[in-house]
């Protein structure tokens, strides 16, 4: 979500280098039933001296062979209100939805996640101006890829998410990986 809106949306004459640095932490945990428990946050700092940060908590409960019920919820907010991209003051999404997962004994994981939920936000149109908070239904749909060795992991990541206010808002965002474990 960061990438594509800190990107394409300037405006003419504006340095359309924006650029951020974060600083990010998760922890997982497998529980002996199968479940699984993720809490992560983090802290974006902006070069046009606007900061955001977020925190996120997950849980997957296995139901049958490779079904799975999720839980996400999390939230984010920015420091500042900025002209140039989406920066609600407070965002709080709850979703619960099923996960298809596939794990092969050759290390490749493909899990499938469809996520309706309700996000709560508080935003400001203007810089100033007053404080409009909502709520909008909301849905997601995840891809997880990934080819894992004890060593080291290689994966890819898509999401797409919509929401059915009158604005249409939609979010893509894509990530490739490699993780070493140590």
């Given at each position: ?36 428990l ?48 989406w ?22 994981t ?47 990541f ?25």
């Amino acid at each position: 979500r960061a990438g594509r809106t800190l990107g394409p949306a300037v405006a003419p004459g504006v340095d359309p280098a924006l650029r951020a640095t974060a600083l990010s932490a998760t922890v997982s945990v497998p529980f002996a039933n199968g479940a699984d428990l993720w809490a992560s946050a983090e802290h974006l700092w902006l070069t046009d001296s606007n900061d955001r940060t977020s925190v996120t908590l997950a849980l997957r409960y296995p139901v049958a062979g490779g079904l799975s019920a999720v839980y996400s919820g999390g939230g984010l907010g920015f420091g500042d209100v900025a002209s140039l991209y989406w920066s609600p003051r407070r965002y709080v999404l709850q979703a619960v939805g099923l996960e298809y997962r596939i794990q092969r004994p050759s290390g490749l994981t493909l899990a499938l996640r469809g996520r309706p939920g309700v996000a709560f936000l508080s935003e400001r149109a203007v810089p100033g101006g007053p404080a409009v908070s909502r709520s909008v239904f909301q849905w997601s749909a995840t891809l997880d890829l990934a080819y894992r060795r004890p060593r080291w992991e290689l994966g890819a990541f898509a999401a797409y998410g919509r929401d059915r206010s009158d604005a249409g808002y939609a979010a893509g965002s894509g990530l490739f990986r490699l993780r070493w474990y140590w």
